[in-house]
């Protein structure tokens, strides 16, 4: 059992930055795949960025073609915690981002955290 908790949303204009934060807590946080999804006004939940388990799949990292080159996820196994650092934010990134964390056929989700991006 995993618990996810996410942080960091907020109000930011076009062009600026945000950081957000997955705390986990409950499990072996290093051993998951952990992901950021986004849920747009009317859309569908979205992968946005995921990274492997650096112990079992070396760490990589994936991201939707719409943030590459703007958004870096990254995760802190000592810290049982996992980023996502936003920059160049458009007003189309805004979104309720979700944590997800991942370990074979079992899989978690945090509570959202709003980002809205807006001038």
């Known amino acids: 059992q995993v618990q996810l908790v996410e942080s960091g949303g907020g109000l930011v204009q076009p062009g600026g930055s945000l950081r957000l934060s997955c705390a986990a807590s409950?499990?072996?946080?290093?051993?998951?795949?952990m992901a950021w999804y986004r849920q747009r006004p009317g859309k569908q939940r979205e992968l946005v960025a995921a990274?492997?388990?650096?112990?079992?799949?070396?760490?990589?990292?994936n991201y939707a073609d719409s943030v590459k080159g703007r958004f870096t996820i990254s995760r802190d196994n000592a810290k049982n915690t996992m980023y996502l650092q936003m920059n160049s934010l458009k007003p189309e990134d805004t979104a309720v981002y979700y944590c997800?964390?991942?370990?074979?056929?079992?899989?978690?989700w945090g509570q959202g955290t709003q980002v809205t991006v807006s001038s």
């Open positions: 409950g499990s072996i946080f290093s051993l998951y795949a």
């Open positions: 990274i492997t388990s650096a112990i079992t799949s070396g760490g990589t990292t």
């Open positions: 997800n964390a991942a370990l074979g056929l079992k899989g978690y």
